[in-house]
């Protein structure tokens, strides 16, 4: 199965809509989003555009209330971080760097996806590897999203202007 990890959208239907437009021509059935949604508007316009399970953390600039992701069915809202399973995959999930070191007091993980910073970037600690997705909403930097396929565990990176 193949995922698509955003992160950063700060409102830009533009770049959303796309990055969801090459998820669906590309059988992508779930995303990770590492949060910075924004607003409500945004919020509303992921779910009602892809049709898949999307799992989200809470970035730092996030305008619409607490509650409201629970209103939409195929969105699992998980707060600040999360830890979720994939087949035999333990991944954590959250927004600012220093939240990874939450993450890893909740438990080992394989992979780590994080955003806030804007920049696509590998790491690796305590065995994990790192990994930011960038930004769809193309502040200070190109747009980005990756995909991981959970099989195989390849991670790659999508530049928007270019797919």
Not at 51 to 61: A, K, Y
Not at 85 to 106: A, S, W
Request: charged share 25%; glycine share 8%.
């Amino acid at each position: 199965m193949k995922i698509a990890i955003i992160s950063d959208i700060h409102d830009n239907l533009v770049n959303l809509e796309k990055c969801l437009n090459w998820c669906g021509r590309n059988n992508i059935k779930e995303i990770i989003c590492c949060g910075d949604v924004t607003n409500s508007d945004t919020l509303e316009f992921l779910s009602e555009n892809f049709s898949g399970r999307i799992h989200l953390v809470r970035g730092n600039i996030e305008l619409f209330p607490e509650s409201e992701p629970e209103t939409y069915s195929n969105i699992n809202y998980h707060g600040r971080i999360a830890r979720i399973k994939f087949n035999e995959t333990q991944v954590g999930i959250c927004h600012e760097p220093y939240l990874i070191d939450y993450v890893f007091k909740k438990g080992g993980c394989d992979i780590i996806f994080y955003g806030h910073t804007h920049e696509p970037w590998e790491d690796r600690k305590n065995g994990a590897r790192l990994i930011n997705p960038g930004t769809l909403g193309a502040m200070f930097s190109k747009a980005t999203f990756a995909v991981w396929d959970t099989k195989s565990g390849n991670i790659e990176l999508k530049i928007l202007e270019i797919i």
